[in-house]
């Protein structure tokens, strides 16, 4: 984990500098698929209400039984998601 940390808190601070409005995820007219699983926290699901509200082109998925590290738990069923025809 040590070797890990210099990249998580670089991810952190890009994901804090981000400054995206509302109005630019509106005009996102591209196919989104907004995913947590049902042990997912409160937030992240909170995160996918919102984003389902303002991305016009979303879609919502819930992976049953996973949470934070669903591509590495639950490969299968995120791959079913990606191959899901839009």
Do not use: K, Q, Y
Request: aromatic letters at 2%; glycine letters at 4%.
């Amino acid at each position: 984990m040590a070797r890990l940390t210099r990249d998580n808190l670089r991810h952190w601070a890009l994901c804090a500098s981000i400054a995206t409005h509302l109005d630019d995820l509106r005009a996102l007219h591209c196919p989104t698929d907004l995913v947590c699983g049902t042990r997912s926290n409160d937030v992240a699901h909170a995160i996918v209400r919102h984003l389902h509200g303002a991305l016009p082109d979303s879609t919502c998925h819930e992976i049953d039984g996973a949470s934070h590290f669903m591509v590495t738990t639950h490969p299968e069923a995120c791959l079913e998601i990606l191959r899901e025809p839009r």
